[in-house]
């Protein structure tokens, strides 16, 4: 029997922000700065700690309290779980210094262009979004981490709820409006999962992912329980037609918490989907489905990318970006269909692009929170005044579309290489070329924003008062966008670490993917 | 037809309802009383699920989840109660913002 402690690393990532989240409440705004940075300091060597264990010794199982698997609740990290947790850390640790200066002591509490007429800004209100966020934190790590269907629902529901307070931060009644859908929806797919939780254990016996992994055989229950899954978890990862929630939540909450809400909150749901989809029901009973989540997720990239054309605002603009990019993820299912097709390069092409999304859509929209702090405004048509004074802002815009677009040097670049190259070796045709177009409408929305940046403007239009705005955040945002860029150059041992107790851990690895891909990408 | 699949039967149907009545009722205290309608389903399919041999004691698993279960939902009622509650009450425009189309 291994030794409990020596697991003990995985509780980390989970209790660090729990307690500060809870130790906000109690003390003073002074310790604010030094809270968030221990908090980010701590959680960043945890993470570290985890993958390099999950690196050395393989998958890491941890029974919580010493009750083991079926009646105890085991938390559970294998490669998969170390790359989201690495993204959720890196994303969350951007967003909160540039929260600290964007509700810094300095700043004003609420922005007047941001309140809507509703009130005088409510000081106490953004006092909460520390508690909220790290709990929420809390929240999503727990579900990266959690080796329980049931345990999953919980977190689940804890990830919404908090992120429901953190898209109502600041009072606007179209955030009240679209938080309410957005709650609602969220709790339909959370029973749907629910019940498909309950099939799974009455046929089954055990809510343990591992057992019920070999437990799972191919009969109606689990044809049954992956339908119900199946819908839940889409309407909570708003994929088209469910999308509709999404822009005008994104859209009207305070900037750190769109880039929260579109770069980490939707991968949570996404992340259970893709881990019971693969690891736990058998490929005969997901196969005849695949196809659902591949047309939906076509037609998620067209009707987002065309919606991101027509945007007047900036923020709008982004969170349409997002509902097209969250069909992306959904080809996978398609994509791993065939049975030649190479699987794991489908998977884990899909995983990179979710880390390089989550990195550009952040700082895209901290970049859009900043213009607006400084501009007053985040109109599209009025971007090129703005441009002027935030140059390193709109560098970080290019940076982050750039990856969006899916351009080399980036992560996103190696992810759709990696696509094309199963959905190639699959035979499906159809689907590269949507990734091909789907880049294509990404770069042509994305250029509405980055033209900006060299439109001369008219002399009595060049001396627009511009609000000063603190450097941090341009600079966060620009670090942000950076690794994004990065993670090209290390995609490699990310995509390595990938197949670390994944459904593709065994297969025989002909050559290093690493070689392969960075000498196929430069020619 | 023996009290479990009645039991069973109930809660899927339960579950329906409120699934329905979530997306076809436009009043958003409609759509709260939905959900718990299709909470309640799945927690009375969980509870039927619970005893399914009569021979041995129920399995508390199931119990214990439907308490979980009811904790999350009442925490979800609360908070949805409590923003149309601040829907209601607030009587400000905002400012314009683009409507979603999709």
Not at chain 1, 90 to 102: C, T
């Amino acid at each position: 029997m291994p030794d409990v402690t020596e697991s003990a690393w995985l509780i980390g990532p989970v209790v660090v922000p729990l307690a500060t989240a809870l130790l906000m409440f109690v003390l003073g705004r002074r310790w604010r700065v030094p809270l968030v940075s221990a908090t980010v300091a701590i959680l960043g060597f945890t993470t570290a700690v985890i993958t390099w264990r999950v690196w050395q010794q393989g998958p890491q199982t941890h029974p919580l309290g010493n009750w083991r698997a079926p009646l105890g609740i085991a938390l559970y990290a294998d490669g998969l779980s170390c790359l989201m947790l690495l993204m959720s850390v890196v994303v969350g640790g951007f967003v909160s210094f540039y929260s600290l200066a964007y509700w810094g002591p300095s700043e004003p509490a609420v922005d007047p262009v941001e309140s809507g007429s509703g009130g005088p800004p409510d000081r106490q209100s953004v006092e909460m979004f520390w508690p909220l966020w790290l709990l929420l934190w809390t929240a999503l790590h727990a579900l990266f981490l959690s080796g329980d269907v049931f345990n999953l629902y919980v977190t689940l529901e804890l990830l919404t709820l908090a992120a429901i307070g953190l898209a109502v931060l600041d009072g606007q009644r179209a955030a009240v409006e679209a938080a309410l859908r957005y709650l609602l929806v969220a709790l339909a797919g959370s029973l749907l999962y629910l019940a498909g939780v309950a099939l799974l254990y009455a046929a089954y016996g055990t809510l343990d992912i591992a057992l019920l992994g070999q437990r799972v055989a191919v009969d109606d229950s689990s044809r049954a329980a992956v339908v119900l899954v199946f819908l839940g978890l889409m309407l909570k990862t708003a994929l088209f037609p469910f999308h509709f929630w999404l822009p005008p939540a994104h859209g009207s909450a305070p900037a750190p918490v769109s880039a929260l809400l579109s770069g980490l909150v939707i991968k949570g749901s996404f992340y259970i989907l893709l881990r019971l989809w693969f690891d736990l029901f058998p490929a005969e009973v997901t196969r005849p489905l695949a196809m659902l989540p591949t047309v939906l997720g076509t037609l998620a990239i067209l009707w987002g990318s065309l919606q991101a054309l027509l945007a007047v605002r900036l923020k709008m603009l982004v969170a349409y970006s997002t509902v097209a990019q969250i069909g992306y993820l959904f080809l996978v299912f398609g994509l791993v269909r065939a049975e030649t097709a190479d699987g794991f390069a489908a998977w884990s092409g899909c995983l990179l692009f979710a880390f390089s999304h989550a990195c550009a859509k952040g700082s895209l929209f901290l970049a859009a929170g900043t213009i607006r702090r400084a501009a007053g405004h985040d109109r599209i048509r009025d971007l090129p005044a703005a441009a002027r004074g935030l140059p390193l802002t709109f560098f970080s815009i290019g940076i982050a579309a750039v990856a969006l677009m899916g351009l080399p040097p980036t992560g996103a670049f190696i992810a759709k290489w990696m696509l094309l190259k199963a959905a190639f070796s699959g035979g499906q045709f159809g689907i590269a070329v949507i990734i091909v177009v789907g880049g294509l409408l990404a770069a042509a929305y994305l250029l509405r924003v980055l033209s900006a940046s060299f439109t001369k403007l008219p002399e009595t239009e060049s001396e627009v008062a511009l609000r000063p705005v603190p450097r941090l955040l341009e600079q966060v945002t620009f670090g942000l966008a950076t690794v994004s860029l990065l993670l090209g150059l290390a995609s490699a041992p990310a995509i390595a670490l990938l197949r670390i107790g994944s459904p593709w851990a065994s297969t025989v690895v002909h050559e290093p993917w690493a070689s392969t891909v960075v000498h196929e990408a430069t020619p | 037809m023996t009290p479990i699949a009645i039991y069973s039967l109930g809660g899927v149907l339960l579950f329906s309802l409120g699934i329905s009545g979530l997306f076809l009722c436009r009043h958003p205290l409609r759509k709260i009383l939905a959900m718990n309608f299709a909470g309640s389903g799945v927690f009375t399919v969980f509870i039927a699920m619970a005893s399914r041999q009569p021979a041995v004691a129920s399995d508390p698993v199931p119990n214990a989840l439907v308490l979980t279960g009811i904790v999350v939902a009442v925490s979800a009622t609360a908070v949805a109660l409590a923003l149309y509650r601040r829907l209601v009450t607030s009587t400000d425009d905002g400012e314009p913002t683009e409507q979603s189309s999709g």
